[in-house]
Structure formats: C-alpha cells, structure tokens
C-alpha cells in the first residue's frame, strides 16, 4: 500500500519546550490511522507540525514521498492536507452556507459543485441548517459544519488531520461525527490521521493506532489487536514507571 504521510524522527518545540522527540509515523494511502495518548504528550503538537502551523526543528515530512518540511501551511493545503484545529474552526458570524462558499473560494471551486452536494450527504443536518448563523449551532452541529468546510478540500490524496473532533460532545453525537469520518474515506477517498481521546471509539473506525507518550511513540499496532482496556494498562504502566523514576 502506497504512503501518502511519512513522518521520520521528527522533533519540535512548542511555546518553548521540547515537545515531540525522534516521533516517526505513517498513513498509507485511504487509510485511517488514530493517534491516542494522555494530555501533554504531544498529539495536538505533532498534527500542527504535520500542517505546517509549527515547524519542526528536525526530521523530515514527505506526502507522497515529497519532503515537505520546510514548505508553508498553504502550500501543504494546497497539496491536500486538510487540517481541523480544536478550536477558531469556523467564522461563527457566517451562516452555515457561508461557511461553505468560503471553504470553496480556497479552493478556487464554485460553491455549487458536485464537491458540496457529496460533502453534504455525509452531513445532512447540515442541509437543514444551510441559513442558520454558525455561532448558533450546538457543539456537534459546529463540528459537522467545521469537518465539512476542510472536505471541500477536492485533491485526488486528501489527508485529513483531525484533532480532537468529538472533544465535549454527548456519546451519540461521537458515534455518528465518527461515523461521518469513516464513511468520508469510503465515499471521499480520504485518508485521515485522527487525535482522539475516545479511545474505543478511535479503534472502532481506524485501521492502526499510534499511542503517544511525554511525545515519542511507545506503541504502534493494528487497531484490531487492540482494545481500550490494553492501551489503559499501557497508560497505567507508563504513568508507574515515571512514578517510580
């Protein structure tokens, strides 16, 4: 299977401190791949380097076996990676239709291309809501709107980096915002490296997983040879072993 995201022995600083250290990760084409691992341990970090919002202070980034780690975040966007922050995600002054029309006018795409309509299957509520002013939506409207604008993103390799999507939101809201995540690599064709904190949730969807710790990688397997209950005793053995240091 074809890599569309390699990260090797990568390093960055974030507000000054050493965050991720010699970190080395892979998404292969129309995978998605989950990355799990308690706060502070530098997931958020590694999917701002990845996007181009941070630089890395050394290692390489190759999307499609280009280097990209030195090239700018709109440069990267252009290339199709798709970045979704925890936050400032959408213009909450703009309706949801709004919304939308500007994620096209980034991509230089009319807003009544097929790209909307396919976009909006995955997310119906959206339809109902095309007029509302977004900062009227509820926690999970806001995060379907804010999923759907970097899926306008139409390049042939879309590389999804979504960053806590279901953060704060009810259990049935999770299931049906991942959900929309899955069958966006299905119908979209897109390959999607997820940070998650709904760790059963992350398994249930992703094809392997990546769990992080004090920002290197101590766990790297198939998503089905998992369950949560391991990664908690990894986590606990991870937590003894610095108590104990």
């Known amino acids: 299977m074809a890599k569309i995201l390699s990260v090797n022995k990568v390093c960055a600083k974030y507000h000054k401190r050493m965050v991720l250290q010699q970190v080395s990760i892979d998404v292969n084409k129309g995978e998605i791949v989950a990355i799990v691992g308690p706060n502070g341990a530098g997931k958020s970090t590694l999917l701002k380097v990845i996007s181009g919002e941070l630089q890395a202070i050394s290692g390489s980034i190759e ?12 440069r990267r966007a252009l290339m199709g990676i798709g970045y979704l922050r925890q936050s400032n995600n959408i213009f909450p002054s703009l309706t949801v239709k709004e919304n939308l029309e500007l994620a096209n006018l980034v991509n230089r795409n009319n807003v009544q291309n097929d790209r909307t309509q396919r976009v909006i299957e995955l997310f ?60 966006a690599r299905e119908q979209l064709s897109a390959s999607v ?16 997983v990546y769990l992080l ?14 369950d949560a209950k391991r990664i908690g005793h990894v986590f606990m053995g991870l937590a003894n072993s610095s108590a104990n240091k």
């Open 63 to 74: 999307m499609k076996g280009k280097n990209i780690a030195r090239k700018s975040q709109s």
């Open 124 to 183: 119906p509520d959206l339809r109902v809501l095309w007029k509302r002013q977004a900062a009227l939506l509820s926690g999970g409207e806001h995060q379907m709107l804010a999923i759907a604008m970097v899926l306008m993103n139409e390049s042939p390799d879309l590389l999804l980096l979504l960053d806590e999507p279901s953060s704060r939101l009810a259990p049935g809201m999770v299931d049906r915002l991942l959900a929309a995540v899955k069958n």
């Open 193 to 208: 490296l997820i940070v998650e904190h709904h760790v059963r949730a992350a398994l249930s969807i992703s094809d392997r």
């Open 213 to 226: 710790k004090a920002g290197s990688v101590c766990l790297a397997e198939d998503s089905k040879s998992l």
